[in-house]
Structures are given as C-alpha cells and as structure tokens.
C-alpha cells in the first residue's frame, strides 16, 4: 500500500510544523491490471524453550494476502484512461501458547498450616492473639474459602526454588489481524488528480491469559 516513504530530519518546508518528520504517500492505481500474491509462514522448528517453560511454546504464523491496481471498471462505466483502483488485503493468523507462571496455595496452606511463610505471624480474629505455631485450627477455617480455594485454585506443579512461583503453564492465545486498503484515483486533468484512501484493520485475540486464579486454570490443566 505505500507508494513513498520519505524521512525529513532537518531543514523541512514550511508546509510542515516541524524540523522532522516521516512522510509515506500511498499507492495509487495504473491503467494496466497488475496483481500479487504472498504468503509467510514461521513455526516453532527452530525456536528454542523459553527459560522455566515446560515445553517448547507452540507456535505457527502465518501473513497471507494480495493487492490489485488497475482500472476502475463497473457496469457501463470503464475507467481506463480515467479512473483508477488499488486494493490489498492482509491477514495474519498466529496461534500460539504463552509461559504463565503463578503463585498458587499448597496443600499446606489449604489446611491451614502458615509456616516458612513470609510476613508475621497469622492472626486470629476472635482473640486477636496469634495461631499457636502458625497454624490455623481447622474449624477456624471458612467454608466458603476452601470451596473457593478447592474450585477455582490448581495445586502447584513445579516447586518454588525462589522463584515465588509454584504453577506454570502454556496458555493458548490465538492472535487474528484482517487488514484492508482501498484508494481510487480520478484523472481531472494532466494537473489535477484527487484521490480517496480508506484503510482498515481488525485484530482480535482469542484466549485466557495471565489471569492469577480462574476455573480454566483447573480445566485446562495437561
């Protein structure tokens, strides 16, 4: 789509509010039809694991699209020597997983047992006093929480080396872009040529990332 990319750093025209600055003119249509076609696709063959990763990330792009300029033609009217239509398409489609790594309760702490934690000392609401040992009594422990924890929590997978986390995972996340350009040119006269550029795109990323609690932890767990 772009026809002329030109890069000004000093001495700039007056037409222009600043010393600086990055022009790009687009791409207009000829009178002969003229087309492409391209296609380019990259996976995980090669790439290597991502450090703390369980496995290599998947991966496979793909940017796909074409252009064609020519003349505008539509029924009774033929634009050659006239009018003139170019317009191109990209998409890029690019599934792939994602390291995440989080922080999640052991079996320890979901019985209540608080040691080599750090911060102080958990305190009970009811006396205001210290859990002897830091260890919470089983029936000081809320109903609702252990649901909470049991339903919506995974155990750990990994062990914490000092990292502060126990839970790693590669989440799926599919990334979707369609972009469109459009540009019609009409020849007034030798000097005088006005045009109309319309540019287009929609990207879209489908997946649960980086949330730290969730169901789909506990559904999609390998």
């Keep these: 789509m772009i026809g002329e990319f030109r890069v000004t750093s000093v ?3 007056a037409e222009f509010g600043q010393m600086g600055d990055v022009t790009m003119v687009t791409r207009g249509g000829t009178n002969q039809d ?3 076609l391209f296609w380019y696709h990259q996976n995980r063959a090669l790439d290597a694991i991502i450090y703390n990763a369980p496995a290599k990330q998947a991966k496979v792009f793909n940017t796909f699209g074409g252009s064609y300029s020519g003349p505008l033609r539509l029924p009774g009217y033929d634009g050659h020597n006239r009018t003139f239509l170019f317009a191109d398409y990209e998409g890029n489609r690019r599934p792939q997983t994602q390291l995440d790594q989080f922080a999640v309760p052991t079996s ?3 019985t209540g047992i608080l040691t080599n934690l750090p911060g102080g000392p958990a305190i009970d609401p009811s006396t205001g ?6 260890r919470i009594l089983p029936a000081s422990i809320n109903s609702v929480a252990s649901k909470l924890l049991s ?4 155990f750990p997978n990994v062990a914490d080396n000092g990292s502060g986390t126990n839970y790693r995972r590669l989440t799926p996340v599919n990334n ?3 972009g469109y350009d459009l540009r019609l040119d ?5 000097a005088q040529t006005p045009f109309r550029a319309l540019d287009r795109q929609v990207r879209n990323a489908i997946g649960r990332q980086r949330a730290p609690s969730g169901r789909y932890l506990r559904d999609q767990l390998p």
Aim: proline share 15%; no cysteine; hydrophobic share 25%.
């Design 34 to 36: 003229h087309g492409s």
């Design 11 to 13: 001495g700039n025209s």
């Design 176 to 178: 979707t872009l369609n």
């Design 186 to 190: 009409h020849l007034l006269r030798p």
């Design 108 to 110: 320890a702490v979901r």
């Design 151 to 154: 339903n919506y929590y995974p």
């Design 129 to 134: 006093a210290p859990f002897p040992d830091n």
